[in-house]
């Protein structure tokens, strides 16, 4: 059974980077043929797929978040980062990890609780 597990700051000031971590266990994130993905879901909208890392480490990005979004990964500690940079309060959300089967919302299979993240001076 895989696990995702997503930590980082409850609270990120305006203009500063977010950044979370996702742990994953049950399964490595180099397996063949699974993404790695970054969701959020803002306060009263639907959910927003943000990017993934593939199981070869090559990236994806919505083109809206593009500029402002890493995902990055340590294999040795199965683990994979996101990093938002010039946060706005637009960008207070609930911030999901999940393995995927390809990339979109529709491809998620197992999903991390997910982690609040307020943007607020």
């Known amino acids: 059974q895989v696990q995702l597990q997503e930590s980082g700051p409850g609270l990120v000031k305006p203009s500063q980077t977010l950044s979370l971590t996702c742990t994953v266990s049950?399964?490595?994130?180099?397996?063949?043929?699974?993404?790695w993905s970054w969701i959020r879901q803002p306060p009263g909208k639907g959910r927003e797929w943000m990017g993934a890392?593939?199981?070869?480490?090559?990236?994806y990005y919505t083109p809206s978040l593009k500029s402002r979004t890493s995902i990055s990964r340590d294999t040795s500690k199965n683990q994979f980062t996101l990093q938002l940079t010039s946060v706005t309060p637009e960008d207070t959300a609930v911030y999901y990890c999940a393995r995927a089967n390809g990339l979109g919302l529709d491809e998620n299979d197992y999903w991390g609780q997910g982690t609040q993240v307020t943007v607020s001076s």
């Open positions: 049950g399964g490595s994130i180099t397996t063949y043929a699974h993404y």
């Open positions: 890392i593939a199981y070869n480490g090559i990236t």
